[in-house]
């Protein structure tokens, strides 16, 4: 299984930018597709989720940032508007079958994270 994600740069605050992350090597449908996020020194944080039509989104981002995604190419995209500082970090796609809710602890396959940066 791979992951390739794509789409990260810098961007002035209120800007926007989308990510996209398409995974390869065997059928996903039963899969959670997500998004986490990292800054140096803080661990590994949800933004957002979704596996059949369901999605969900953190806190921090609801309003701003819209997943979605497109089974037939195995793609998922983190679409990011209004964006802040504090949304500066690496941004990572990842897949879990997990039943219950996605986490950091049960995610089966990351990829390789694309930086972000919010900066004036």
């Known amino acids: 299984v791979q992951l390739q994600a794509c789409g990260g740069g810098l961007v002035q605050p209120g800007g926007s930018l989308r990510l996209s992350c398409a995974a390869s090597?065997?059928?996903?449908?039963?899969?959670?597709m997500a998004w986490f996020r990292q800054v140096p020194g803080k661990e590994r944080e949800f933004v957002a989720s979704t596996r059949w039509n369901t999605v969900y989104t953190a806190d921090s981002v609801k309003g701003r940032f819209t997943i979605s995604r497109d089974s037939a190419k195995n793609t998922v995209y983190l679409q990011m508007n209004s964006l802040k500082t504090e949304d500066t970090a690496v941004y990572y796609c990842?897949?879990?079958?997990?039943?219950?809710?996605?986490?950091?602890?049960?995610?089966?396959?990351w990829g390789q994270g694309t930086l972000v940066t919010v900066s004036s």
């Open positions: 990842a897949l879990s079958r997990s039943a219950g809710q996605i986490t950091a602890g049960n995610v089966e396959y």
């Open positions: 090597g065997r059928t996903f449908s039963n899969y959670f």
